[in-house]
């Protein structure tokens, strides 16, 4: 049975920390990982990673994959309030279709 | 360019009736999967239909159903409503629904079963 762990469960920093988001795996037959950012409402699509070792960059966040290790990271640099949300990590594999397996997810805190 | 779109998006029923949830994809994206998210147990994925056949399924008990229509929209079906139905119902599509395909998610349908 595909599965997903999440660390830390939950996080609390202020306005300008660096954070790191951590995801770990087992699925049969990988296929992708994405990350998913969710406040009170649905999640908002972030990253998909299917490649070892090349990061993905969006603004302040970015992330990795380590396909040897199972496990990914999502980097969060000079953060601010509205990065308080749940962060979710998923993997879909080759022959499931458009199902993911998510993780319990890391809920960030921000201060200001 | 519209995102998934679901319907109704609060809905209160009652133990024992059932609710219908639709979802439209976005346009070109012929795969739709539904997902359940509860405090206690986070996102499970119930179901996925592609080209209009139940591709995928999840560990769901037969109350739980769903159909997609020749559009690519969805419905999803809960009979017999129990308390522990109560949960945030996402419905998400993909353009072709493998798994290296973004999968993007709908606002979703809060159901609460009293």
């Known amino acids: 049975e595909d599965k997903v762990v999440q660390s830390p469960l939950s996080l609390v920093v202020h306005e300008g920390d660096t954070v790191t988001l951590n995801c770990s795996y087992e699925v049969t037959n990988f296929r992708s990982l994405l990350w998913y950012k969710q406040e009170k409402k649905a999640p908002t699509f972030l990253f998909m990673l299917?490649?070892?070792?090349i990061e993905k960059k969006s603004g302040r966040l970015s992330s990795i994959l380590d396909k040897k290790e199972l496990f990914s990271i999502l980097n969060i640099t000079a953060t601010q309030t509205g990065d308080s949300a749940v962060y979710l990590c998923?993997?879909?594999?080759?022959?499931?279709?458009?199902?993911?397996?998510f993780g319990e997810g890391t809920q960030l805190t921000v201060n200001p | 360019k519209a995102g998934v779109t679901q319907t109704p998006r609060y809905l209160i029923k009652t133990r024992g009736q059932q609710v219908t949830l639709s979802c439209s994809p976005i346009s070109g994206h012929r795969s739709v999967s539904w997902y359940q998210q509860t405090p206690g147990q986070g996102l499970q994925f119930l179901f996925e239909y592609f080209s209009e056949t139940q591709r995928n399924k999840g560990n769901f008990p037969g109350r739980f159903s769903g159909r997609q229509f020749s559009n690519s929209r969805s419905e999803m079906n809960v009979s017999t409503l129990e308390l522990g139905d109560s949960a945030l119902y996402l419905c998400?599509?993909?353009?072709?629904?493998?798994?290296?395909?973004?999968?993007?998610f709908g606002e979703g349908s809060w159901l609460t079963v009293v």
């Open positions: 998400a599509s993909s353009r072709v629904g493998t798994g290296g395909n973004t999968i993007y």
């Open positions: 998923a993997v879909g594999g080759e022959t499931s279709g458009s199902r993911l397996t």
């Open positions: 299917t490649s070892s070792g």
